[in-house]
């Protein structure tokens, strides 16, 4: 960084806040020094304090920064169409597609971002909570009018499993798998490309949800929908 053009505070900020991740990662909150912190974003430690007061104000930005929703205008569009058996169906598949999918060998962002989540869990959560609140919360209330939908139309059991939870335990399927496929060797063989292994997984968290089969085969296009969300 040193040696760059100058930077606008604002700038500076977030140039700060990416370059400290991965130390937070690999280190975690109390095992890393302002000064491996400075370090790693190429500035003084005055100039550190300089855009953040104190370690936990840089932590607290960059859990910030890491939960923010990389596309909140296809959130939007979501969020705006009608509650219904074929929207549940999308969301589903956007939800799992998006960490099934991304393969984190070849995406910096991605691994640092696995590694902030899993330290966290293993310590306070608090980065954790953050992230699910800021990235996953937004789907629950969604996710529950479609179910009403769907089950007023006919297409959908009023199944013992909670909405609310029923949206969370399909997040928790997609993480499951995301995090098995890490590694070069994956931790567990599933048999199947990604693309299968996602369609798969969709049918699981819908009959799970109570949708019923005929209503899936009717509304699901696995090809379609992945150019529609990907």
Not at 109 to 126: C, K, P, W, Y
Not at 195 to 224: C, H, K, T
């Amino acid at each position: 960084m040193k040696g760059s053009a100058k930077l606008s505070s604002d700038e500076r900020r977030e140039a700060i806040i990416r370059a400290v991740r991965r130390v937070f990662a690999e280190r975690g909150f109390h095992g890393t020094t302002t000064r491996a912190l400075a370090e790693a974003a190429g500035v003084s430690e005055a100039l550190l304090f300089k855009h953040f007061p104190n370690k936990e104000a840089l932590y607290s930005a960059m859990q910030v920064f890491c939960s923010k929703e990389r596309d909140p205008e296809r959130m939007e569009r979501v969020r705006a169409l009608q509650p219904s058996t074929s929207t549940l169906v999308l969301i589903v598949h956007m939800l799992v597609g998006r960490m099934v999918r991304r393969d984190c060998g070849d995406d910096e962002d991605a691994a640092i971002l696995h590694r902030l989540m899993l330290r966290s869990m293993m310590e306070d959560g608090e980065f954790a909570r953050i992230f699910f609140e800021r990235s996953v919360s937004c789907w629950l209330d969604k996710v529950r009018e479609c179910l009403e939908a769907s089950a007023a139309a006919g297409d959908a059991i009023i199944a013992p499993v909670q909405p609310r939870l029923a949206a969370i335990f399909t997040q928790h399927v997609a993480k499951s798998i995301m995090l098995a496929l890490i590694p070069p060797t994956p931790v567990v063989d599933y048999g199947m490309p990604r693309e299968p292994l996602i369609e798969q997984a969709v049918w699981f968290s819908l009959r799970g949800m109570g949708v019923r089969d005929e209503a899936i085969r009717r509304d699901y296009n696995p090809q379609a929908l992945a150019i529609l969300s990907g």
